[in-house]
């Protein structure tokens, strides 16, 4: 079965770095869209960023355009979240996810979860 497994989670403070990654297996993924969620506490869970398998196109929400860039690595199977400048804003908890087909900013398009990995920003 398809399994998702985030790492790379932390402590950082203001202006800091992470990179998020996840491990994708049991099945070929060339034909989904990956995306990474965040949720804080008392909030919704909500799209941060996506790319295309296939083709490479990423998408953004707006809180993290020209701060964060997914990628991906065909080889190893794995997505990447390189998130910079990071805010205590950023806090929460982030999930990688995959849907069949294409770019959905939408929590419920997406068939496929990860445990999660806790991102907490200081300030």
């Known amino acids: 079965q398809v399994q998702l497994v985030e790492s790379g989670g932390g402590l950082v403070q203001a202006g800091g770095s992470l990179r998020l990654s996840c491990a994708a297996s049991?099945?070929?993924?060339?034909?989904?869209?990956m995306g990474w969620f965040r949720q804080a506490p008392g909030k919704e869970r909500e799209f941060v960023a996506a790319?295309?398998?296939?083709?490479?196109?990423?998408y953004y929400a707006d809180s993290v355009k020209g701060r964060f860039t997914i990628s991906r690595d065909s080889a190893k199977n794995t997505v990447y979240l390189q998130m910079n400048t990071l805010k205590p804003e950023d806090t929460a908890v982030y999930y990688c996810?995959?849907?069949?087909?294409?770019?959905?900013?939408?929590?419920?398009?997406?068939?496929?979860w990860g445990q999660g990995t806790q991102v907490t920003v200081s300030s």
């Open positions: 996810a995959a849907r069949l087909r294409g770019y959905s900013r939408t929590t419920n398009d997406y068939n496929y």
């Open positions: 790319v295309s398998w296939s083709y490479g196109s990423t």
């Open positions: 049991g099945r070929t993924f060339s034909s989904y869209t």
